[in-house]
């Protein structure tokens, strides 16, 4: 059945591969942007003002929302923390606002497909997390937290909303694997703290099928983390980058040299974080790269 689905966030590595995965299978993209609409499949919004018509919503089955200002693309200060809160936070609170009005005035019901991440979790150490575990004590896992309740217009509405918590997503062209990636072919792509941390990563392909999973299945709800079944510990990541790249991946970075490098943000990098993707393997979702080596491969192909 072929869908139409408004996907904020759009121009990012996610919802660019998104917005291509779903046109592909031949379901109609609105993007919803901030700058002046350049064709009928495009409505502008403000997310900072709270202003997104709900009229341009009105049609859609789904709406995924995936922005907010990257976390790592600046160096952490008090402003750039408000601002990766207030964008998340923001973004969902006008999204989940326009939802509502539509259900209001028309009684459609339209399917929420919220991001979040993993950062919920804080760093945990060797314990098994799901869906059900309780967040973090943390920074990030106070955004997160803040992230999520902001659907709760949408949800107290009787809307269908699934949170994404997505993982460190593997990708040649960008995200949190860039730079690992360009350590490796350097040699240098050694582990990171004790290396013992574990890392839950999804690769693009699946990261994009789980969320087109999620705009299927409105009946999975609430948490779901986007992560493949086999987490992995850090020092394992680069001895198998190292090796599909065929350089030594030795050379550790102690976690004072990366707190030097790029600051408060390194506790996040090297927190540790053993999650399963409960909800969506109980849904019926097959990951295509579901090991670590076939992703690495992937990743380095």
């Not at 593997?170 to 050694?190: I, V």
Request: no cysteine; proline share 5%.
């Amino acid at each position: 059945m072929v869908k139409r689905v408004a996907v904020t966030g759009s121009s990012g590595l996610i919802g660019g591969a998104l917005r291509r995965h779903l046109t592909d299978r031949g379901d109609s993209v609105l993007r919803v942007v901030r700058r002046a609409p350049q064709g009928p499949d495009e409505v502008q919004w403000d997310p900072s003002r709270g202003e997104l018509d709900a009229a341009a919503l009105s049609e859609v089955d789904a709406v995924v929302n995936l922005a907010g200002v990257g976390i790592g693309d600046k160096r952490w200060n008090a402003e750039h923390k408000r601002e990766v809160e207030r964008s998340r936070t923001d973004a969902t609170g006008t999204v989940s606002q326009a939802l509502v009005r539509v259900k209001e005035q028309t009684g459609r019901s339209i399917r929420l497909v919220n991001a979040s991440a993993v950062g919920y979790y804080g760093h945990r150490g060797d314990e098994v997390l799901t869906e059900q575990s309780p967040p973090g004590q943390d920074f990030l896992a106070g955004v997160v937290t803040r992230w999520e309740e902001a659907t709760q217009p949408a949800v107290d509405a009787g809307l269908s909303v699934a949170w994404a918590r997505t993982g460190l997503v593997m990708s040649p062209d960008g995200g949190a694997f860039s730079p690992l990636l360009l350590l490796g072919k350097l040699g240098l792509g050694g582990p990171m703290g004790t290396g013992r941390e574990w890392w839950p990563w999804i690769t693009l392909v699946d990261e994009v099928a789980a969320l087109t999973h999620l705009v299927d299945h409105d009946e999975v709800v609430g948490a779901v983390n986007l992560v493949a079944p086999s987490s992995a510990r850090q020092k394992d990541i680069a001895r198998e980058l190292g090796r599909a790249l065929h350089r030594p991946a030795v050379v550790p970075a102690p976690r004072f040299a990366l707190r030097i490098v790029v600051g408060e943000f390194a506790d996040s990098i090297i927190a540790s974080q053993r999650l399963e993707p409960q909800a969506l393997t109980a849904s019926g979702f097959g990951f295509e790269h579901a090991d670590l080596t076939s992703a690495v491969r992937w990743l380095v192909r």
